[in-house]
């Protein structure tokens, strides 16, 4: 049975830092690529970035470059997401999921998400 859940969510102010982190069953991880994604209120869900099973290779999409990084730890079966200099427009419900690509439809299994909310 594949089990994602996110945490780390929270409410931070523009200019703030979060760090989420997704753990998997580990059938569920192991030998995986895994990616985050997110949907904002009223918008449809998009990529944030991508990671393989090795964590050699990693790729984000345009808005995320530069202030998020995405890691994993194999040994704890969990993923990460450092978002830095968030802004506002990152107010999202960000999951976890396994797939590869560079849009939702990519993605096959979800977690429930964890709310990031970023006030002004």
């Avoid at 569920?28 to 209120?41: C, D, E, N, V």
């Avoid at 470059?65 to 079966?77: C, H, L, P, V, Y």
Wanted: aromatic content about 12%; hydrophobic content about 30%; glycine content about 12%.
């Amino acid at each position: 049975q594949v089990q994602l859940v996110e945490t780390g969510g929270g409410l931070v102010q523009a200019g703030g830092s979060l760090r989420l982190s997704c753990t998997a069953s580990v059938r569920t991880f192991r030998g995986y690529t895994m990616g985050w994604l997110r949907q904002a209120p009223g918008k449809e869900r998009e990529f944030v970035a991508t990671i393989t099973w090795t964590g050699g290779s990693t790729y984000y999409a345009d808005f995320a470059e530069g202030r998020f990084t995405i890691s994993r730890d194999n040994a704890k079966n969990t993923m990460y997401l450092q978002m830095n200099s968030l802004k506002p427009e990152d107010t999202a419900i960000y999951y976890c999921a396994l797939g590869i690509g560079n849009t939702p439809q990519d993605y096959h299994y979800w977690g429930q998400g964890t709310q990031v909310t970023v006030s002004s």
